[in-house]
């Protein structure tokens, strides 16, 4: 079993649930000496190292690996998953797989703060409807249904 480190838009329980259509604990977590950006034209964020900074976000546990299969799927190439150090609500440190932008996808980002509540506002429901897309389309994929 997993835990994942999410900083965007899978920091709402229901896209984490539509993406793996299964429920996970989660609380808060942060990561350090990294920084949240807007990705180019697009609704979501990625993360980049950058020293001195702080990502919040929220820690998933129990997470199983065809529910990380899915979420590998989602992310796709432009995230690489990385097993990193964070440190959850009570300031304990543990590991975590989080998604960073791929080094060659660096130039996407756009250089300015990504915000969840400006997300729900403006684009949380049709990206939920995409999230169910893509589960149905995973779950044939990797089920064969």
């Known amino acids: 079993m997993y835990s994942v480190f999410t900083y965007g838009t899978l920091q709402i329980n229901e896209i984490m649930q539509s993406i793996t259509g299964k429920v996970f604990e989660a609380n808060y977590g942060l990561l350090e000496n990294h920084a949240r950006y807007v990705i180019k034209n697009k609704v979501f964020p990625g993360i980049i190292p950058e020293p ?4 919040k976000g929220v820690i998933y546990h129990g997470i199983d690996p ?3 299969q899915y979420l590998d799927a989602f992310e796709d190439d432009l ?7 964070i440190f959850d609500k009570l300031g304990n440190e543990l590991t975590a797989e989080v998604y960073i932008v791929n080094n060659k996808y660096r130039r996407l980002l ?7 509540d400006t997300f729900r506002r403006s684009h949380l429901g049709p990206y939920l409807a995409s999230c169910r897309r893509f589960h149905n389309s995973m779950s044939r994929e990797i089920h064969g249904t």
């Open 52 to 55: 001195g900074s702080i990502v």
């Open 79 to 85: 995230y690489e998953r990385q097993t990193l150090l």
């Open 110 to 116: 756009a250089g300015k703060a990504w915000d969840l």
């Open 66 to 68: 065809i529910s990380l």
